[in-house]
């Protein structure tokens, strides 16, 4: 098998996944949960196989150096749906709210999705700029603290229906679907804990591709589009974080930023790519 047929796999079994965690709000059956998991984790375990695969691949062209599977944008499309699992199993592991997967999974199933779809899957000798072990660290701490972000961003969607179907019936708890939700103290709580974790992150992989382009290009910042959205990004969430410690921002103002935050973020990872013109232009 190639690694692509793999990640066919993994499509189907992100979006089997996200069905069952869907079905599971709908019929409040843990059962139902539990197997939405393990599919889950199926799918990224399968998913890890065909990024090793893929990674073989790359020594089997002609010419063919191997190197990390996340030099353009259909492998790092691939890249970034591994890490979104990875960081939804370990919360998952860790808090024990099977709801959450309902709105974190469908991230997952639409990247696999597009890449699957849409993507040039084609294998090339990396370009120069790209020849470095910098590209592996780069890549590896941006995606992981945008996954992260992602599913931050889908725990403040959870807060934001939770909430506003509290305030619709009063002040008691929502009953219904709702009722599988965490609580909006927990919902909050994840929210500003995966940004905890993301923002970190996404600050080492700023700093790694500031060396990565020092490298490259010979100055570590040129105020190219991706970099100047890089820091758009980082300045949204260190504001965040900084309006939580300080001020004590949470609840929906917090959801909200957390949403626009991860707006901005797949803006300065796709938008850049795809309609501005710069030194990352390759990464189209």
Same mark, same amino acid.
């Given at each position: 098998?190639?690694?692509?047929?793999?990640?066919?796999?993994?499509?189907?079994?992100?979006?089997?996944?996200?069905?069952?965690?869907?079905?599971?709000?709908?019929?409040?059956?843990?059962?139902?949960?539990?197997?939405?998991?393990?599919?889950?984790?199926?799918?990224?375990?399968?998913?890890?196989?065909?990024?090793?695969?893929?990674?073989?691949?790359?020594?089997?062209?002609?010419?063919?150096?191997?190197?990390?599977?996340?030099?353009?944008?259909?492998?790092?499309?691939?890249?970034?749906?591994?890490?979104?699992?990875?960081?939804?199993?370990?919360?998952?592991?860790?808090?024990?709210?099977?709801?959450?997967?309902?709105?974190?999974?469908?991230?997952?199933?639409?990247?696999?999705?597009?890449?699957?779809?849409?993507?040039?899957?084609?294998?090339?000798?990396?370009?120069?700029?790209?020849?470095?072990?910098?590209?592996?660290?780069?890549?590896?701490?941006?995606?992981?603290?945008?996954?992260?972000?992602?599913?931050?961003?889908?725990?403040?969607?959870?807060?934001?229906?939770?909430?506003? =179907?509290?305030?619709?019936?009063?002040?008691?708890?929502?009953?219904?679907?709702?009722?599988?939700?965490?609580?909006?103290?927990?919902?909050?709580?994840?929210?500003?804990?995966?940004?905890?974790?993301?923002?970190?992150?996404?600050?080492?992989?700023?700093?790694?591709?500031?060396?990565?382009?020092?490298?490259?290009?010979?100055?570590?910042?040129?105020?190219?589009?991706?970099?100047?959205?890089?820091?758009?990004?980082?300045?949204?969430?260190?504001?965040?974080?900084?309006? =939580?410690?300080? =001020?004590?921002?949470?609840? =929906?103002?917090?959801?909200?930023?957390?949403?626009?935050?991860?707006?901005?973020?797949?803006?300065?990872?796709?938008?850049?790519?795809?309609?501005?013109?710069?030194?990352?232009?390759?990464?189209?």
């Amino acid at each position: 098998m190639t690694s692509g047929s793999y990640f066919n796999i993994v499509t189907i079994s992100y979006f089997a996944s996200m069905v069952l965690f869907i079905a599971f709000l709908a019929t409040k059956s843990f059962g139902v949960a539990r197997l939405a998991t393990w599919v889950a984790i199926l799918g990224f375990i399968l998913q890890t196989v065909g990024i090793g695969l893929r990674w073989y691949e790359t020594y089997q062209i002609p010419g063919g150096a191997g190197y990390a599977p996340m030099s353009n944008l259909y492998e790092s499309v691939v890249f970034f749906s591994w890490t979104i699992l990875l960081i939804y199993l370990l919360i998952e592991w860790k808090y024990k709210q099977k709801a959450v997967g309902a709105f974190v999974l469908p991230f997952a199933f639409l990247a696999m999705s597009w890449a699957q779809l849409s993507l040039d899957s084609s294998i090339a000798p990396l370009v120069p700029a790209l020849q470095s072990n910098w590209l592996t660290y780069h890549v590896i701490t941006c995606f992981l603290g945008y996954a992260a972000f992602a599913v931050a961003c889908g725990v403040s969607i959870m807060y934001l229906i939770k909430v506003g =179907r509290e305030e619709d019936v009063g002040r008691g708890k929502a009953g219904g679907v709702l009722s599988l939700f965490p609580s909006a103290k927990i919902l909050d709580d994840l929210n500003y804990k995966a940004i905890m974790i993301g923002f970190p992150l996404l600050s080492i992989g700023i700093i790694t591709g500031a060396a990565w382009a020092n490298y490259a290009w010979g100055t570590y910042w040129s105020w190219d589009p991706k970099e100047t959205w890089s820091l758009i990004v980082w300045f949204i969430y260190a504001a965040f974080l900084h309006a =939580r410690i300080t =001020r004590g921002w949470a609840g =929906r103002r917090a959801a909200i930023l957390s949403i626009i935050g991860f707006a901005a973020t797949i803006f300065c990872y796709l938008g850049v790519n795809l309609l501005l013109s710069g030194l990352h232009s390759y990464g189209s």
